[in-house]
Nanobody
């Protein structure tokens, strides 16, 4: 069982930055690929980014490429999402996700493949 707790959400102006953190309670954090999804008001949850166990493979949604960056610290059992150049359309609840696999591929962009979820943290970007 993996327990995920997000932090770092809040209100920011367009063009600003935020850094989200996801702390995991897992016996072996490094065995899990990690990622982030988001759900905007009135919309379905969508894939944002994912990172393999070592950090060697990273996938980003087209909507965040060049602006968002995922990283992980296996010594701290934590994954991060650095969000820069934020836009009002980035407003959403951001949820941390864990897959019981070390590698990552496009197959894992679907939320049905996620093994563990955090409760989410709200990011609001004002115009």
């Amino acid at each position: 069982q993996v327990h995920l707790v997000e932090s770092g959400g809040g209100l920011v102006q367009a063009g600003g930055s935020l850094r989200l953190s996801c702390a995991a309670s897992a016996r072996t954090f490094s065995r899990y690929a990690m990622g982030w999804f988001r759900q905007a008001p009135g919309k379905e949850r969508e894939f944002v980014t994912a990172i393999s166990w070592s950090g060697g493979s990273i996938y980003n949604a087209d909507s965040v490429k060049g602006r968002f960056s995922i990283s992980r610290d296996n010594a701290k059992d934590t994954v991060y999402l650095q969000m820069n150049s934020l836009k009002p359309e980035d407003t959403a609840v951001y949820s941390c996700a864990a897959w019981d696999t070390r590698g990552i591929s496009a197959y894992y962009f679907r939320e049905a493949t996620v093994n563990y979820w955090g409760k989410g943290t709200l990011v609001t970007v004002s115009s």
